[in-house]
């Protein structure tokens, strides 16, 4: 397949244009290629070094959560004259899908995130331009912070912030990945015992202990590998390509 038919084929269960007044992200088609796709790479990010790692895995395109372009005109000079640089030297595509990823209820970010937490009862979670991008549930079984963290972190890493409000098990959660701390004050009245994002802020720590929430940043990153993952997953089923992912965690 080209890549106006990998596109077609993306489009029509993201929704790219439903989300493109709310979402900075150039989603979609960010560089094209002229080649067949035969083999698909998958990153969190469109950076220097996870291009060059697709070209070696011999890769037609470049498929991330996070583009190059960002809603603005930039100069096409330093890293991202760089990064432009190796795409077409490569012949190499650039596919970006940002918050539709994230929002998905079967391959974002989000829901993901959900299926390893076995969450039941899920409703959308997390206003965002009056679109919720994250979802809420409940636990099969209370779980401690310990059990949670455990299940969202496989790799025994450790979340960048954990607030605990000591109620010991908690019973319900709401999930927005990446960086939406401030989404856990939308949680405060709706019978949530624990939010879960990527990244911490230092303005909403205060509110959240005073609200007895329990709270997890499990790091923007490690919540954000598991719709690219998910994708990849489902291009190998259903387009038949060869795949793989690209992992290059930040740490943040």
Request: charged share 20%.
């Amino acid at each position: 397949m080209d890549i106006r038919a990998f596109d077609a084929w993306c489009r029509s269960f993201l929704k790219i244009e439903a989300l493109s007044d709310i979402d900075d992200s150039l989603n979609g088609i960010q560089v094209e290629c002229g080649r067949q796709i035969r083999k698909a790479a998958f990153a969190v990010d469109a950076c220097a070094e996870s291009i060059r790692r697709a070209v070696d895995a011999g890769a037609d395109i470049l498929f991330v959560h996070h583009g190059i372009f960002w809603g603005k005109p930039e100069r096409v000079s330093g890293p991202l004259r760089e990064r432009l640089r190796l795409l077409l030297e490569a012949d190499l595509g650039l596919y970006a899908c940002h918050l539709p990823l994230d929002m998905h209820p079967e391959v974002g970010n989000n829901a993901v995130l959900a299926d390893l937490l076995s969450l039941g009862e899920r409703q959308p979670f997390g206003s965002y331009h009056s679109v919720e991008i994250g979802v809420s549930g409940r636990f099969p079984v209370p779980l401690s912070m310990d059990e949670i963290v455990a299940k969202i972190l496989p790799d025994l890493s450790r979340p960048k912030v954990l607030i605990s409000s000591g109620k010991g098990k908690l019973s319900t959660a709401a999930i927005v990945s990446g960086g939406a701390p401030f989404e856990a004050l939308q949680a405060f009245d709706k019978a949530i015992d624990v939010f879960i994002t990527g990244e911490p802020s230092h303005s909403v720590y205060h509110l959240v202990v005073e609200a007895g929430l329990d709270f997890i940043a499990a790091g923007h990153y490690a919540t954000e590998v598991w719709g690219v993952k998910a994708v990849a997953a489902k291009a190998n089923s259903e387009l038949g390509i060869e795949t793989c992912f690209i992992d290059l965690p930040t740490g943040l």
